[in-house]
């Protein structure tokens, strides 16, 4: 029998089948992640179905500490692609928080295929990690994916890969369903985040900020923090953030009071104080700027537009009864801060931040 026929005899994981069953899943889901960021899905496909071949080899039976090298040794002398057999020797990278992440990008992607596998396999059937518990390794799986997104710059959303992975898994029982399992992985992903991130010294007010502002875009998320930890050591910052903080509290408050729907559209004819006016022709004149400094990732341009609005904000506050008798002006006035709450949220979770 080949390797590969062998490989439907050893066990992956109790219910999520044989280690065929994994090599089957990996070809699909490299080809997607290869389509995905601009590898040749065709390579990383079999690099997917090979990856495990080399654990039925006497060699890495004997010292298992090989898999994956020998594995990349055997697919070069076979003569498949280089990319091929590079990304079989690396899939298995990093090994520790500190180890190096794959070089190639192949290798790059089919190790994160290859944790994701797991990670999806694993969730599903509630084997997750409690306390010092970890007997899969999934907490390293984890940080590995995010290691290995951020240092490659991968334009990869966990949210995506996460989906892409479960669906691989068609026929098994599983003990949570798909989205209880995958809100639960997404969590286990946002600790590792912060624990990556508070560990390279940051402040955790400002890590939880911009991970509270969403995380499944990894490469996004360590831009936007960047650029939030810039904005933290300037003198302003504590004033920018209580004024902020106070939009974002008063939206949050009011989103869960009945009859109140906010949706950041306002009337400007209904504008009254020449405060509201001043702050909604501000919004309207720096939408433009924002929508472009957005597309281009341009995080330091966005926090610096938005402590351009500041003394707008401030002298709405100042002067502007928000929460006044009138419904339909309340309503509206609720609107209008919505609309720049909304900028603010994309950035950071500023009602989050203490200062």
């Not at 697919?75 to 590079?86: E, F, H, L, M, S």
């Not at 286990?188 to 900020?209: K, M, N």
């Amino acid at each position: 029998a080949t390797w590969l026929e062998e490989l439907d005899h050893v066990v992956f994981l109790g219910p999520l089948g044989s280690m065929g069953h994994k090599s089957r899943r990996l070809e699909r889901l490299c080809g997607l992640l290869a389509q995905a960021c601009g590898a040749d899905p065709q390579d990383l496909a079999l690099a997917g179905r090979l990856a495990k071949a080399d654990l039925v080899s006497g060699m890495v039976g004997e010292f298992d500490t090989l898999q994956g090298v020998m594995g990349g040794i055997y697919a070069a002398r076979k003569g498949q692609p280089k990319t091929t057999a590079q990304a079989i020797a690396e899939q298995y990278l990093p090994a520790g928080p500190d180890s190096p992440v794959p070089a190639s990008l192949g290798g790059a992607l089919l190790a994160v295929a290859d944790k994701a596998d797991t990670l999806a396999g694993c969730f599903g059937l509630n084997m997750i990690p409690t306390g010092a518990n970890d007997p899969y390794a999934l907490r390293r799986a984890a940080l590995g994916i995010c290691r290995i997104v951020m240092e490659h710059g991968l334009a990869l959303d966990l949210d995506q890969l996460l989906s892409w992975a479960q669906e691989g898994y068609a026929e098994v029982k599983w003990k949570l369903d798909p989205a209880q399992a995958k809100a639960k992985l997404l969590d286990f992903f946002g600790q590792r985040l912060r624990a990556l991130f508070t560990g390279q010294g940051r402040d955790t007010r400002v890590v939880d900020a911009a991970i509270g502002a969403g995380f499944t875009d990894v490469k996004t998320l360590r831009a936007r923090l960047d650029a939030l930890d810039a904005f933290s050591r300037e003198a302003d910052f504590e004033q920018a953030v209580l004024t902020f903080k106070r939009a974002a509290n008063i939206i949050r408050k009011q989103a869960g009071e009945a009859g109140v729907r906010l949706t950041g559209e306002f009337d400007a004819a209904r504008l009254e104080a020449p405060e509201e006016k001043a702050l909604a022709a501000k919004l309207a004149e720096t939408e433009g700027r924002f929508r472009q400094l957005w597309e281009q990732g341009d995080f330091p341009g966005l926090l610096g537009l938005l402590r351009e609005l500041r003394p707008a904000v401030d002298a709405f506050f100042d002067k502007v009864m928000v929460m006044c008798e009138d419904p339909v002006l309340k309503a509206n006035r609720l609107n209008l801060l919505t609309s720049l709450v909304d900028r603010l949220g994309r950035l950071a979770d500023f009602g989050a931040l203490q200062v």
